[in-house]
C-alpha cells in the first residue's frame, strides 16, 4: 500500500515538473497551452483526477508566482485553475466510454468555464478576454490530440506507467 502511495506522489510530482517545464520555456500561448493540457490529460490517466486536479490547480498558481503567468492574468487564477479541474475530473470519468468524446467535452467545458468568466465575472484588457477564449478550446482539443499520441507511445514503449 505504502509504495502505491509513494509511486502516485512520484509520478504527480514529475507531471507537474514537466507541466512548469512546459510553461517555463517561453513558448506562445499555441505552443504552451497544448503542452500544459497534454499534460493535465496524461495526469487523468497515469495518476486519475486526484492527481490530475492538484496539478491543473496548481500550474496557475505556481506560473503566477514565478512571474510566468502575465500580471493581467492575475484575476483570472482561480478561473483556470477550475477549467483545469473540470478538464481533469470530466476526462477522467468519461474516459472509459469514450477518450474523444472525453476530450470533447472537457475542452468545451474548459472553454466555457473561462469565456464566462472573461465576459461576465472578471474586468481583464480585451486582449486578455481574447486569449481566454476560443484559443483555450483549441489548444485543450490539440493536448487531448497529443495526449493520445503520447499514451499510444508510451505504451508500446513498454513502459508501465498506466497501471
Do not use: H
Not at 74 to 94: E, K, T, Y
Amino acid at each position: 500500500m505504502q509504495n502505491t502511495g509513494i509511486r502516485w506522489i512520484t509520478r504527480t510530482g514529475i507531471l507537474l515538473a514537466i507541466a512548469l517545464v512546459f510553461q517555463m520555456g517561453g513558448f506562445p500561448q499555441l505552443i504552451t497551452g497544448p503542452l500544459v493540457n497534454t499534460v493535465l490529460y496524461l495526469s487523468a490517466m497515469i495518476v486519475g483526477w486526484p492527481g490530475g486536479v492538484f496539478i491543473g490547480i496548481f500550474t496557475p498558481v505556481i506560473a503566477a508566482m514565478r512571474g510566468i503567468l502575465p500580471p493581467p492574468l492575475a484575476p483570472l487564477i482561480p478561473f483556470i485553475a477550475l477549467g483545469n479541474g473540470a478538464l481533469v475530473a470530466l476526462f477522467f470519468c468519461l474516459k472509459s466510454k469514450s477518450k474523444i468524446l472525453g476530450i470533447i467535452i472537457a475542452s468545451v467545458v474548459k472553454f466555457l468555464i473561462l469565456v464566462t468568466a472573461v465576459n461576465l465575472l472578471v474586468q481583464v484588457p480585451p486582449p486578455v478576454a481574447q486569449m481566454m477564449s476560443f484559443p483555450q478550446f483549441l489548444t485543450a482539443l490539440a493536448g487531448g490530440v497529443i495526449a493520445l499520441l503520447a499514451e499510444r507511445a508510451l505504451k508500446a514503449s513498454g513502459l508501465n506507467i498506466f497501471d
